[in-house]
């Protein structure tokens, strides 16, 4: 923006009013944007206290628990509103579950895999308060697989007492 020059009665005098309206603008927007949304989009880690001498994090031991989509199945329609549909089930839709190399085909099997490890005192992690604890657990669903199966899978872990539970 340039200032505008105005003659009056022989003298110069700059136009400022367009300027001041744009400082105010801006101190508005200053004001109203949040930091912290932008702080969450900035990729920036801050090394720990126990960090700072080795400059690697310490390794964390987790379970992964895939989820693979073994057959997708087929719609079929529950019912119909305004004539389009609104429920369907799948048809012949299977999943199956990966707790490293072992493959579960059944919930039963998985959550009688997990707990086995839930209660396993080798498989422990130390917890941020120093006592030890189960491993936490990462669900990764696979592509294909539905609400329902993450769903079912998160019920499993959660029956046998895991309590960190994340998605991945």
């Known amino acids: 923006m340039t200032a505008h020059l105005e003659r009056v009665q022989g003298e110069e005098r700059f136009e400022l009013t367009a300027m001041i309206d744009v400082v105010f603008l801006l101190i508005i927007f200053f004001l109203c944007i949040d930091f912290r949304v932008l702080e969450a989009k900035l990729p920036a880690s801050l090394p720990?206290?126990?960090?700072?001498?080795?400059?690697?994090?310490?390794?964390?031991?987790?379970?992964?628990?895939?989820?693979?989509?073994?057959?997708?199945?087929?719609?079929?329609?529950?019912?119909?509103?305004?004539?389009?549909?609104?429920?369907?089930?799948?048809?012949?839709?299977?999943?199956?579950?990966?707790?490293?190399?072992?493959?579960?085909?059944?919930?039963?099997?998985?959550?009688?895999?997990?707990?086995?490890?839930?209660?396993?005192?080798?498989?422990?992690?130390?917890?941020?308060?120093?006592?030890?604890?189960?491993l936490p657990v990462v669900i990764q669903p696979g592509p294909a697989t539905t609400y329902g199966d993450v769903a079912r899978t998160l019920d499993a872990v959660k029956a046998c007492g895991f309590r960190d539970v994340r998605f991945g």
Do not use: I, Y
């Open 48 to 134: 720990d206290v126990g960090q700072a001498t080795t400059g690697m994090p310490p390794p964390q031991d987790v379970l992964r628990l895939r989820v693979v989509c073994d057959e997708p199945g087929t719609r079929v329609s529950m019912g119909t509103a305004n004539g389009a549909v609104s429920r369907f089930r799948l048809e012949g839709h299977r999943v199956s579950w990966r707790l490293g190399p072992v493959a579960f085909r059944t919930v039963a099997d998985l959550r009688a895999a997990l707990c086995d490890v839930f209660n396993d005192p080798t498989r422990r992690s130390r917890g941020d308060d120093g006592r030890w604890a189960a």
